[in-house]
């Protein structure tokens, strides 16, 4: 089987799918920028698993990473990085990222992003996600983009908002934001996708 290379391996769909491709019989590359996190999966002792703490801001960093790989499944954003411009950084990663994959011969990028309408009022981060995907778009690696709204599984940001909210706030004042309509997808119907 292919080896892949998983960058955010980390996070929490990384995470889980790191576990669906080892499953399938895939070797893995499992990289994020924190190897400690990333030694804590329940897959890290994996014998088909190699862990690697990569800079996505560095380009060396992800060649190495991609080396040997046929493809990569890009789950990296700034958000909760130490960056007050995440944008920035999310566009100097994926420049980097389409570099490096070309540069190494990777076969396709698989890239996870969010929903919405690039001439509706998007949030920044919204924003930040589709440029990411015009980015790595703009390569000559084909990329392939899942778009998802709020992912439920147990675990989640999202999930587990929902439940804290059901569980420990017996009334809620109404507000704007929650007449925002959204479209769930499940964990499992994500990861049977981006497989």
Request: a positive charge.
């Amino acid at each position: 089987m292919a080896k892949v290379l998983v960058l955010g391996a980390s996070g929490y769909i990384g995470t889980k799918c790191v576990g669906r491709l080892l499953e399938e019989g895939f070797s893995v590359v499992a990289a994020a920028r924190n190897f400690a996190k990333l030694s804590a999966t329940p897959w890290a002792g994996h014998q088909k698993v190699k862990l690697l703490q990569v800079d996505v801001r560095s380009r060396d960093n992800l060649q190495k990473a991609c080396a040997g790989c046929t493809a990569v499944y890009y789950f990296v954003h700034s958000m909760d990085a130490q960056s007050k411009d995440f944008a920035k950084t999310d566009r100097m990663a994926a420049e980097n990222m389409k570099k490096a994959a070309y540069e190494t011969g990777i076969n396709r990028i698989i890239y996870l992003g969010g929903l919405g309408e690039a001439k509706s009022h998007l949030s920044r981060h919204l924003r930040s996600r589709m440029e990411v995907s015009e980015i790595l778009h703009s390569g000559h690696v084909p990329v392939t983009t899942l778009r998802a709204a709020m992912i439920i599984g147990r675990g989640s940001i999202s999930f587990e908002i929902m439940r804290y909210i059901v569980e420990y706030l017996p009334m809620i004042i109404s507000s704007r934001w929650l007449e925002t309509e959204s479209q769930p997808i499940a964990i499992d119907n994500v990861l049977n996708y981006l497989l």
